[in-house]
């Protein structure tokens, strides 16, 4: 297709009004071809107005759609999909509970289906395989490190410098309500927990922290029950592009058993 | 993000990517309703319109990549494909009398639900007006295709004329609509 019978069809391609062997052919076109993209997202704009009639959104329908949001999810791989309230910490009693409207993702069940993991390769293993994360193991035999207390290494002092140092990085962790909910300093490959709403967990259970790189969940450590004084490393040659924190069982879990419960990006 | 009502469509489809169900609910209550009143006045049918306006939320779910924020608004994104996901759906109904059991009950072009949305009307009073200016044979080879659904061959073959002058007829009515529209501030949708 040349360049001059691609234009001539951009109007009636924008309107979805080009079918079959010419379309696929306008299609590749237009794909090597910045003047004919950069008038077809013009067209298409046009052809959006056209469409924008704008009725009110029913609720009835979002109830359907949502209730298909996990659809091709493998239930007997995954933990179930549930809501989550996040334990409230004792002095954070602004933060009242409020009716949950939107269930939490399992992590793992996410994987399945955006990043269509394979085989399940352990959170440590990864780390080691791919180089990408560094991650300070206490007790290698867990494949975890016991980040609290063992470490002991985020004082407030380092803390507050590390949030005075230019370069540094905040990343904040939201619930499922969109709470913020602990709030994280990186600064040359050092983390820090800053502050904490994370109420405290039974003794039998701890949070544990999550790095998440090519949408795979990395295990950077444990919490502990009641996080406070938390440190931890992400040198390596590739960063995670999220934190997320699960709740676990006490010893930790090479891969996430229970949905996200709090989350956040962290951005250059 | 504390507040979604106050969060950009581009950080919602982020959030989205993060698997957050309610980013998706609130990207519905902004843009739900023009995505299933595009699939509606094309299939007339509500149940296929439901139809289509869930496979679209549930795409943008799954392949939130998909939304290029540089390429244009996340209204145009969802309606482009409502309307794409509906012309397929009606193409695909072959039955005569499906067809005309809904050009029996079709609305008239411009008779809009007086639930709309104040911005909606106003994009739409603008764009109504923007194509009942253009010269009648190129708003009538819009019309056919983009709201009945017809490719421009089909409607080439309604009209009795050429395929090459419905392709032009169609591209140069576009952009002389893109062009009314943009002098008047509106630029494809939201």
């Known amino acids: 297709m040349t360049h001059e019978e691609a234009q001539e069809l951009l109007g009636a391609y924008a309107l979805d009004a080009v079918d079959g062997d010419e379309r696929a052919a306008l299609e590749r076109h237009v794909s090597e071809c910045v003047r004919c993209a950069s008038e077809l997202d013009g067209l298409r704009e046009v052809a959006a107005a056209l469409g924008n009639q704008g009725e009110p959104a029913s609720q009835e329908l979002w109830e359907r759609i949502s209730a298909r949001l996990y659809d091709d999810v493998d239930e007997a791989r995954v933990p179930p999909i549930r809501a989550l309230e996040l334990p409230h910490a004792e002095h954070s009693p602004s933060r009242a509970p409020t009716p949950v409207s939107a269930p939490v993702v399992a992590l793992r069940a996410a994987m399945s289906r955006r990043a269509r993991f394979g085989a399940v390769v352990t959170a440590v293993a990864a780390a080691l395989l791919v180089g990408v994360l560094s991650v300070s193991l206490i007790n290698a035999n867990n494949h975890v490190s016991q980040l609290t207390n063992a470490l002991n290494l985020a004082s407030h002092n380092v803390v507050d410098a590390a949030l005075e140092t230019p370069g540094h990085v905040t990343v904040t962790l939201n619930d499922a309500h969109s709470v913020n909910v602990a709030k994280f300093v990186l600064l040359n490959g050092q983390g820090y927990l800053v502050s904490s709403q994370m109420g405290t967990l039974p003794t039998d259970k701890t949070y544990q922290l999550w790095g998440i790189i090519d949408h795979k969940p990395i295990s950077i450590g444990l919490m502990g029950n009641s996080p406070h004084e938390v440190s931890f490393s992400v040198e390596g040659a590739r960063l995670p592009t999220t934190l997320a924190v699960t709740i676990e069982p006490a010893g930790g879990s090479v891969t996430p058993t229970s949905p996200i419960v709090a989350s956040g990006t962290i951005s250059a | ?190």
Not at chain 2, 60 to 88: E, I, M, Q
Not at chain 2, 113 to 136: I, N, Y
């Open chain 2, 1 to 190: 993000m504390d507040q979604l009502d106050e969060a950009g469509d581009a950080q919602l489809v982020t959030m989205i990517g993060r698997y957050h169900e309610g980013a998706l609910a609130e990207v519905y209550r902004r843009h739900g309703g023009a995505v299933y009143g595009l699939a509606r006045k094309i299939l007339v049918n509500s149940a296929e319109a439901d139809d289509v306006t869930q496979d679209v939320f549930l795409r943008l779910w799954n392949h939130p990549d998909r939304f290029d924020p540089s390429r244009g608004s996340l209204r145009s994104f969802l309606l482009n494909d409502s309307h794409g996901r509906a012309v397929d759906l009606i193409r695909s109904l072959n039955s005569r009398r499906a067809r005309e059991e809904r050009e029996a009950h079709r609305s008239p072009v411009g008779v809009y639900d007086l639930q709309h949305r104040v911005w909606d009307l106003a994009v739409a009073e603008e764009v109504q007006r923007a194509l009942t200016s253009l010269p009648p044979e190129e708003r009538e080879a819009i019309e056919l295709a983009y709201f009945q659904g017809h490719s421009y061959v089909k409607v080439a073959e309604i009209l009795g004329q050429p395929e090459g002058t419905i392709k032009s007829r169609i591209r140069n009515g576009m952009r002389r609509m893109r062009s009314t529209l943009v002098a008047v501030g509106v630029q494809g949708a939201e």
